[in-house]
């Protein structure tokens, strides 16, 4: 549920920006410092670190 918020605000903050007539690299900085956008790819860096962890773990288990 915390991804999928949190990636629904990111991407309403990304057709805002595509909605405009015209985007200039401010717009783009600005979309890169978003909040939505920042929280969504530390939900995706979080997510894959778990993924990461388990399946190490998961190897060595299988090794044993």
Do not use: C, Y
């Not at 890169?32 to 894959?48: E, G, K, M, Q």
């Amino acid at each position: 549920q915390m991804l999928e918020r949190d990636a629904q605000a990111a991407q309403a903050a990304v057709r805002l920006a595509l909605a405009q007539p015209a985007i200039s690299s401010q717009l783009v900085d600005n979309l890169n410092a978003s909040i939505h956008v920042r929280t969504l790819l530390t939900d995706l860096f979080l997510v894959d670190e778990i993924l990461k962890q388990r399946l190490a773990k998961s190897d060595r288990s299988s090794a044993s």
